[in-house]
């Protein structure tokens, strides 16, 4: 006994109903995201620095300030590199001491 083999399904040209109702009409190849700035890729040398105890403020600048023992504050850009230093600095504080969830019911 032979068996027939089935032709290959055919190509879809374009999206379904239900595609188009999930991409909200959008067709075509998807564009890149735009690129947001970060703390990080800030074009002031000084963002991101050290801040030395009892030094001045910079002008156009924020200390953020790592709560806990041996982390100095640093100085930030007014803004979205100061929210970003502020995350770094919020993350720098949890204690490498957490408590494990084992045997927690």
């Known amino acids: 006994m032979t068996t027939k ?3 290959p399904a055919p190509k879809k040209k374009g999206a379904t109903r239900t595609q188009q109702v999930w ?3 959008a067709v075509g190849k998807p ?3 735009r690129e947001r700035p970060i703390g990080r890729q800030c074009p002031n040398d000084l963002c991101g620095k050290p801040a030395e105890p009892d030094s001045k403020r910079p002008s156009g600048m924020q200390a953020v300030v790592v709560d806990g023992p041996g982390a100095p504050a640093r100085w930030y850009c007014q803004g979205r590199c100061a929210t970003y230093g502020q995350a770094l600095a919020d993350i720098r504080s949890i204690p490498d001491h957490l408590p494990t969830q084992r045997g927690v019911a």
Do not use: V
Request: no cysteine.
């Open 23 to 25: 991409n909200k009409g």
């Open 5 to 7: 083999q089935a032709a």
């Open 31 to 33: 564009t890149a995201p």
